[in-house]
């Protein structure tokens, strides 16, 4: 489901909530009825402050959680430039400038494991992703056709334990969530791929009918996707490539994409955010 800018909505509304969830997280839940009715799991909306105009243009934000009947949606964001330290301080009842929901979603169909691989905030288009998947909530237009996975796994790759955001939640959610510190806060230190490797000798690589689905730092989704190819488990990537207007028209997201016997520039905002990994030119 593919949402280009003449099918997205521009509103400025309220923050509802603001709170932090782990060290230079926030959790920003905004009244949004409309979006909420339209939306679906690894689509995107872009923000910015109307108060000011430094930075003029909005951020790229993935779809974290909502609430159709209460009309709110909820975006998590790392704390780390102009905009998102600006957000950072606003309170409840400050306005925010949306457009969206943006971008292509990810593919729905039937499997037996879906596994979501994760690094630093890459988890936030993963929550409502495995509620739809494990029959826990339906997104979109109704009657929207959705796949269900019998399980679902998070494998969640991060600096240390104090960066780890929303696992109750996913746990919740009825997920089987794996974590990996970089420095050893939890469990011995090792990286994300190792806990994917784990989870695919499992559920028996190849044969297990599972799919990869992946978000994070471009190094660490090129390995999975390497991962991925070397045992023939489907996997797609959800591209965080920084956006200007979000709506394909400056070109400052693209992405190499392969084409027959060659490749070519693909805008991540209306072609992506999420793509096959096999597709994607890694180098």
Do not use: H
């Given at each position: 489901m593919a949402c280009f800018a003449d099918q997205a909505s521009s509103v400025v509304t309220e923050i509802i909530e603001n709170v932090p969830i782990a060290r230079d997280t926030m959790r920003l839940r905004l009244h949004l009825p409309e979006m909420a009715?339209?939306?679906?799991?690894?689509?995107?909306?872009?923000?910015?402050n109307p108060a000011g105009n430094d930075p003029l243009i909005g951020r790229?934000?993935?779809l974290y959680d909502l609430d159709v009947d209460q009309g709110w949606i909820d975006i998590v964001y790392l704390v780390k430039g102009k905009?998102?330290?600006?957000?950072?301080?606003?309170?409840?009842?400050?306005?925010?400038?949306?457009?969206g929901p943006l971008g292509n979603g990810f593919e729905s169909s039937q499997i037996n494991h879906a596994i979501m691989v994760a690094g630093g905030i890459g988890q936030t288009p993963f929550l409502t992703l495995a509620k739809e998947m494990l029959g826990q909530q339906s997104f979109g237009v109704p009657g929207r056709l959705t796949g269900r996975a019998d399980r679902a796994t998070l494998c969640y790759g991060v600096r240390t334990r104090e960066c780890l955001a929303g696992v109750e939640q996913f746990r919740e959610?009825?997920?089987?969530?794996?974590?990996?510190?970089?420095?050893g806060s939890i469990g011995p230190p090792r990286r994300v791929t190792e806990l994917l490797a784990e989870v695919l000798a499992e559920v028996?690589?190849?044969?297990?009918?599972?799919?990869?689905?992946?978000?994070?730092?471009?190094?660490?989704m090129a390995a999975v996707a390497q991962l991925t190819l070397d045992k023939r488990v489907e996997c797609f990537v959800s591209l965080e490539t920084p956006m200007a207007c979000g709506i394909g028209i400056c070109f400052t997201c693209v992405a190499k994409?392969?084409?027959?016997?060659?490749?070519?520039?693909?805008?991540?905002?209306?072609e992506g955010p999420v793509f096959n990994a096999r597709d994607i030119v890694w180098s």
């Open positions: 009715s339209m939306v679906v799991p690894g689509q995107f909306f872009m923000l910015r790229a934000f993935a905009l998102t330290t600006s957000l950072a301080s606003l309170v409840r009842g400050a306005p925010v400038a949306v457009w959610a009825g997920v089987d969530v794996r974590i990996a510190t970089e420095d028996g690589g190849e044969n297990s009918q599972a799919r990869v689905l992946c978000c994070g730092p471009e190094p660490m994409v392969g084409t027959p016997g060659d490749w070519d520039y693909k805008r991540t905002c209306v």
